[in-house]
Each structure stands twice: as structure tokens, then as C-alpha cells.
């Protein structure tokens, strides 16, 4: 039997208005604070605090949606939901509050890998598990959090190196020089930490690329293409680009187009990205981008069934990989766009 909390009663409830904000619209969350005085019997509720990054992708904002539409009172749970507004600090306070409220469980979506053992130590002091999920942390006490769900970022970068590799083979350009950009995501966050790292895995095989140049655009497209106006303004000829997200590929696309230059299969420069949101195949079929390397953003219901567990009191793996795709232009795109639902 859960304990009672009074406190839920008259609690100051966050709620985030997912904005629609995807390529075309990208504007700041809007965080409304309600005050909730309808909360019954809270003693039914498995209450579960959420520390999101913030809203800066379309995968964000599929994965947000994930987790609210798991986490629902008619599924037994009150949802604490936080953005975090990409800034740590947002996060670290979002837990603070949750360890004030005594939640059951808090699940940490970390901005970053590194400085979280504090605020972790007090999670634990208080006795609430921590999951984490998409992302990792960096900490000397691997107890600090009960296990994690995600992506294999590495295994990402590998699969988009591996792929670029293979398409020059077929293309009969094994041999030339390959000048490469990079536009990574947010700088000591695991997806960009992941994705450099395998892509570099299979760039230093190759004795013939050559990657010019790396730098954040912090996984917004207004970053992405601020970045990319930068390289186009430095380097001459660039062969691919490398968008650690599909966000920053469109806003390198919109650049790429300013600057009366064209990417994708019949373009001037390879196009290659992550996520595989559903606007980024519409730009696969509009013929702008090469290849895109999913990440599963759907990832509420397994950290469900991790909860579920915990409460029969059964062990949980501690890290779980969520599957993943990865799509090309010459692929079936219209029977692909059929199945997606992010
Ligand atoms: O951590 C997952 C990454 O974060 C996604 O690739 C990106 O779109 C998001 O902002």
C-alpha cells in the first residue's frame, strides 16, 4: 500500500505545453504552473518526477509525448514533468524538488554526462530510484541510478560512417579525397559524445577522409544552420555533412540552399543525419538528404515496464538498448512514411 501524500493535494503542478514545434516552428516550451486541487486519493498513484532536457527537436518532443501519454492517472501514475530548457541547472532543481515532494520514482533525461553526482547522492540519501533514459551520466558511484534506457549512440555513428563508406564504394569514389563537416549536438551529451566517437571509429580507416572541421550546433536547427553557414563560408568544397540530428540538418539544408549549393543523392554534398523523425524522411523524399540513422524516441513504455518491475520488487537489466532503423533514398520511402508515427 502506498503511502499517503497530502502533499499532492494543493501541490504545484508543472505542466508543459508541447508546442507543435518541429522544423518549421521552433520556439521555447511554454511552462504553466497550475496549482491541482482535484487530486484524490494520491495513495493510488505511482508518482513519477520527470526531468526532461527541453524541447529542442522533433525527437524531444516525441519523446516528451511518450512519457505523457505512459504516464497517465488512468494507467495509475501522476506524472511530475519538468523541462529543463536545456540548462542543467534546470534539471538539478527539477530533482531537488522532486526529492522535496517524495516522489516514487525519478527518471533523469541528463543534458549532459557529468555533474550529477550531488544531486544523485541526495536521490539516493532519500531513498528514490533514479532511471535515467536517452542519456547517460558520468559519476564514481554507479549506484547513484538504477539502471538506464536508450539508444546505442556509438553503434549510430559506426552505422552512418559504414554506410558512407559502402555508398562512395558504389559511387567509385573510394579513392578520392572526401572532405568532411561535422555538426555535433550538444558538446558532453552521450548522443553527441556517442556519435562522434563511432563515425570517428570508421573515419580512421579511411585513409582518403578528410574531416575538416567539428562544431555544436547544439541540436537546433537555428544552431544547425548557423553552423553550416560557417563552413560553407570556410571551406570551399565540402563533400558531406555530417548532422549529429535532424533538426540541425534542416537547418543546414536551409543554408546549404542560401547558399545556391544542393545536398542529397543528386546534390553537391552527402547529407547524413540522426533521428530519423518523420519531416527528415519527407526531406529523403524530397531528395535533400542521403541517409538518416534512427533514434528511437519512444522510450516511456519500457521505462514503464522498469517501474512495474521494481514494484513486484524483481531486478531490472541495467542498461537496455531500444531498437533502431536506419533509412535511405533508395529506399521505399512512401511505405516507410505509412509506418512511422514520429
Ligand atoms: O539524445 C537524443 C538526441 O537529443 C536526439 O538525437 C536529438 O534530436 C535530441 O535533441
Known amino acids: 500500500m502506498r503511502m499517503r501524500r ?64 505512459t504516464f497517465k492517472e488512468e494507467h495509475g501514475y501522476y506524472l511530475l514533468f519538468e523541462d529543463g530548457q536545456q540548462k542543467q541547472e534546470n534539471q538539478i532543481k527539477a530533482i531537488r524538488n522532486f526529492i522535496l515532494q517524495e516522489v516514487d520514482y525519478i527518471i533523469l533525461d541528463p543534458i549532459v554526462e557529468t555533474g550529477w553526482d550531488a544531486v544523485l547522492q541526495e536521490a539516493k540519501a532519500a531513498g528514490i530510484p533514479v532511471i535515467l533514459s536517452d542519456r547517460l551520466v558520468e559519476v564514481e558511484d554507479e549506484s ?54 563511432g563515425f570517428s571509429d570508421i573515419l580512421e580507416e579511411q585513409s582518403n577522409w578528410n574531416m575538416l572541421e567539428r562544431m555544436s550546433g547544439d541540436f537546433t536547427l537555428t544552431k544547425g544552420r548557423e553552423v553550416m553557414e560557417y563552413f560553407l563560408n570556410t571551406y570551399e568544397d565540402i ?85 533502431e532503423q536506419c533509412f535511405d533514398a533508395l529506399m521505399d520511402l512512401d511505405a516507410i512514411m505509412g509506418t512511422r508515427t514520429y
Not at 504552473?33 to 524541447?55: K, R
Open 144 to 197: 547513484l541510478y538504477t539502471c538506464w534506457v536508450g539508444s546505442d549512440f556509438e553503434e549510430e555513428g559506426r552505422i552512418a560512417g559504414r554506410w558512407l563508406k559502402d555508398y562512395l564504394e558504389d559511387e567509385g569514389r573510394s579513392k578520392e579525397e572526401i572532405r568532411i563537416v561535422t555538426l555535433q549536438g550538444t558538446l558532453d551529451s552521450s548522443a553527441q559524445l556517442g556519435r562522434t566517437k
Open 239 to 323: 563533400d558531406v555533412v555530417i548532422c549529429e540530428n535532424d533538426n540541425m540538418a534542416f537547418g543546414a539544408i536551409e543554408a546549404i540552399k542560401d547558399a545556391g549549393k544542393t545536398c542529397g543523392p543528386d546534390g553537391d554534398m552527402i547529407l547524413i543525419s540522426f533521428d530519423a523523425a518523420q519531416a527528415a524522411i519527407e526531406a529523403m523524399q524530397r531528395g535533400e538528404l542521403n541517409v538518416d540513422v534512427e533514434c528511437n524516441p519512444l522510450l516511456g513504455p519500457m521505462v514503464e515496464e522498469i517501474i512495474q518491475k521494481l514494484e513486484r520488487g524483481e531486478e531490472v537489466n541495467r542498461i537496455q538498448y531500444v531498437e
Open 6 to 69: 497530502a502533499w499532492i493535494i494543493g501541490c504545484l503542478v508543472l505542466a508543459v505545453s508541447i508546442c507543435g514545434c518541429s522544423k518549421q516552428q521552433q520556439e521555447e516550451p511554454e511552462n504553466t504552473l497550475l496549482y491541482e486541487d482535484e487530486i484524490e486519493d494520491s495513495e493510488d498513484y505511482i508518482v513519477v518526477g520527470f526531468a526532461q532536457v527541453g524541447s529542442e527537436s522533433d525527437w524531444r518532443l516525441a519523446n516528451t509525448q511518450s512519457f505523457l501519454d
